[in-house]
């Protein structure tokens, strides 16, 4: 079993920045793709940014590419969210995902994923 506690959002304006962090406690963190994932008002949760349990390998869904960064820190049991020139689109709860032994390098649906947080709010302000 798997604890996920996210933090760091909050209310921004449009351009600003935010970093969230997931800290996991229960299973060897270094078990698991971490993933970032968000659900705006009324729609579908969609993937945001995943990095692979040695960290080697990031990606991020196209809608924020070049503005958001994901990373991790094993020694903490901690993954981030740096998002970067945010707009009003990126408003929504943002939640973090633990896939514990993926089969694939990538992990973007949130079917694969096994434990999530609570989720964080985030609103951009235009």
């Known amino acids: 079993q798997v604890q996920l506690v996210e933090s760091g959002g909050g209310l921004v304006q449009a351009g600003g920045s935010l970093r969230l962090s997931c800290v996991a406690s229960?299973?060897?963190?270094?078990?698991?793709?971490m993933g970032w994932f968000r659900q705006g008002a009324g729609k579908e949760r969609e993937f945001v940014a995943g990095i692979s349990r040695s960290g080697g390998t990031k990606y991020n869904a196209d809608s924020v590419k070049g503005r958001f960064t994901i990373s991790r820190d094993d020694a903490k049991n901690t993954v981030y969210l740096q998002m970067n020139s945010l707009k009003p689109e990126d408003t929504a709860v943002y939640y973090c995902?633990?896939?514990?032994?993926?089969?694939?390098?990538?992990?973007?649906?949130?079917?694969?994923?096994?434990?999530w947080g609570q989720g964080t709010q985030v609103t951009v302000s235009s």
């Open positions: 995902a633990a896939d514990f032994a993926p089969l694939a390098a990538t992990v973007i649906r949130t079917a694969d994923y096994d434990y």
């Open positions: 229960g299973r060897t963190f270094t078990s698991y793709t």
